[in-house]
């Protein structure tokens, strides 16, 4: 076969770094796989294009590097769109490669046309189109490039038809320079030393962008003896286990506690994090802006929730590793924080979050209650595992229960939340990270949506353990629904028999009874790929609160507004 646009294509990509693809082929394609065939990229045949777009966003978080998923036009490229999204809200970088649409000289109507540059540009950082080869490689550089610089997110690159058959006959173009990571001025980066050796009291709060820089982080918190407290898309920088790591999630009275140690600390130092609405617990999170030294790759980051007294524009691992370089600085520097109030905080930040929660029963583990599970499950994974949640209750409660002990050690849908994503997104971060066991937990709506990829692992020999909460309805829903009416609706699902569903499918299956650790481990043992399923069930805090939502509703409709709120404000209760 000549050398065509396909060729260079492929070779591009493999110049770029770029190991495997993901995506389906179609009749517009057929050029473009065959060449795949031929080169040392591996391709990854997904069951769906949302699929290949979440599998992407998997490989992408725990790898760090560009996620690359192929398309064909139409119904291919909007199958990938909320896989798109994902990407953008939660900053993973992914490049969507996408025939553009056909067009008819003259004609209306044209095969699968669509203005894919309208409606993809809301949820990516920029489109790029091809039209000739002699464009191929620049651009190709250029999109894949952005999709890294400043806040990584997704990038569509449109290809002419034309183009992957077009032979090229002048030399490859010489690659274009690797784009520079910012650099702040060296008096801000002095300023910055000034501060923080200054400061009794430092709180060290991280988000996605300092996942790379976990080792420098452990090493400067020690430094400092400051806490650390990491966003649900860094949880594990530094491992849960450290006794300067503080664990929050934004749920219930947590925010309050955390605000509380915020006012406690003299300087908080954000590093690569955007104050996102679940970074900031729904932007409740209350920093002041002269205590605020925040630290980001991206400018439009920087100021873009909260003002902050000396904004830093670079990476993280270059901001650590400078002031590592000045650790005389700190050395004489005495901490205002001692052992004891940390653990203290610890304490107090956990138990807010747990005690709003209303939790099921969990069978086949002691004691029946999520915390056994997580516990049962912790021990019986090495720390470096990585753990991938779909969205639902069953990721409110591992954000909750779940140790986490290495950087990208748990990844979950953050400021998207779609449901689907769990599977998809747990296989290409095995892809991504091999020696890595990694473990997929999924509630049993999710897998409604998902379970047909578990084909694509078994296809593609990808060991993987997946777990599913079954407890026959969409739970996160369910509950809230309870809380309000007392009653749910549209929630109740059919599930098959998972045990008959993992057989034909070629999946060992195992059922969570009896020693649950021994249980796991021979899940986890498994060779090739697994299914375990966890029956869960209606708790007596599910019961009371289901029947503290009928009584709301009853009062809501027997008695008159005003008296309710009268009632309300009477007794003290909250007047929604």
């Avoid at 995506?23 to 391709?43: A, K, M, N, V, Y």
Wanted: some cysteine; overall charge neutral; proline content about 6%.
């Amino acid at each position: 076969m000549s050398d065509t646009g396909s060729t260079l294509l492929c070779r591009t990509l493999e110049r770029l770094g770029v190991e495997c693809v993901f995506g389906l082929p179609g009749s517009q394609d057929i050029l473009l796989f065959e060449t795949l065939r031929r080169s040392r990229l591996r391709t990854v045949l997904t069951t769906h294009e949302l699929a290949a777009a979440f599998m992407a966003n998997g490989y992408a978080r725990v790898s760090g590097k560009v996620g690359v998923l192929i398309t064909i036009a139409g119904p291919g490229f909007t199958y990938a769109l909320p896989g798109l999204a994902e990407a953008l809200l939660d900053s993973a970088p992914l490049l969507h490669i996408v025939h553009k649409p056909a067009a008819s000289e003259g004609h209306r109507f044209a095969l699968q046309a669509l203005d894919q540059e309208a409606i993809a540009r809301p949820i990516v950082k920029a489109v790029y189109e091809v039209d000739d080869v002699g464009e191929l490689v620049l651009t190709l550089e250029k999109a894949y490039a952005t999709a890294l610089a400043g806040e990584p997110g997704p990038v569509l690159l449109q290809v002419a038809d034309a183009v992957f058959s077009q032979p090229y006959g002048s030399p490859e173009p010489a690659p274009s320079s690797t784009p520079l990571l910012p650099v702040s001025s060296a008096s801000e980066l002095e300023e910055a030393v000034r501060r923080l050796a200054a400061s009794r009291r430092t709180l060290i709060y991280c988000g996605q962008g300092a996942n790379d820089a976990a080792p420098s982080l452990r090493q400067f918190s020690e430094l400092l003896q400051a806490p650390v407290v990491a966003t649900r898309s860094a949880r594990g920088v530094l491992p849960e286990d450290h006794p300067l790591a503080i664990v929050f999630n934004p749920d219930g009275g947590a925010v309050v506690a955390l605000n509380r140690l915020v006012a406690r600390s003299d300087l908080v130092l954000a590093l690569g994090c955007k104050f996102s609405f679940n970074g900031s617990a729904g932007f409740q999170l209350r920093i002041p802006r002269e205590k605020l030294l925040h630290v980001d790759a991206s400018p439009e980051v920087l100021g873009g929730n909260y003002a902050s007294v000396l904004p830093i524009c670079s990476g993280v691992s270059q901001f650590l590793a400078f002031l590592l370089q000045h650790r005389e600085a700190f050395q004489s520097r005495n901490t205002g924080w001692d052992s004891a109030e940390l653990a203290r905080w610890r304490e107090q930040i956990w138990t807010e979050t747990a005690q709003a929660l209303t939790e099921p029963k969990v069978e086949g583990v002691s004691p029946p209650t999520p915390a056994g599970f997580f516990s049962a499950l912790r021990k019986t994974l090495p720390a470096y595992s990585c753990l991938v949640t779909d969205s639902g209750l069953h990721q409110v409660l591992a954000r909750v229960h779940f140790c986490v002990t290495a950087p990208r050690g748990l990844l979950v849908p953050s400021d998207f939340q779609s449901m689907g994503f769990g599977l998809p997104a747990a296989i290409g971060a095995k892809l991504a990270a091999p020696h890595r066991p990694v473990v997929a937990l999924i509630g049993d709506g999710g897998m409604a949506i998902s379970a047909m990829e578990l084909l694509t692992a078994v296809r593609e020999g990808i060991p993987l353990t997946v777990i599913v909460f079954n407890d026959g309805v969409l739970g996160q829903i369910r509950l809230q629904q309870l809380s309000s009416f007392g009653i749910a609706h549209a929630t109740n699902l059919l599930n098959p028999d998972f045990a008959l569903l993992a057989e034909s499918l070629g999946v060992d299956y195992f059922l969570l009874e009896g020693d649950a650790e021994d249980v796991l481990r021979r899940a986890l043992a498994t060779p090739g790929v697994s299914l375990v399923e966890v029956r869960l069930g209606d708790s007596t805090a599910i019961h009371l609160r289901r029947a503290q939502g009928a009584a709301r509703e009853t009062a809501r409709r027997l008695l008159p507004a005003r008296l309710l709120q009268a009632i309300k404000r009477r007794l003290g209760l909250p007047r929604h």
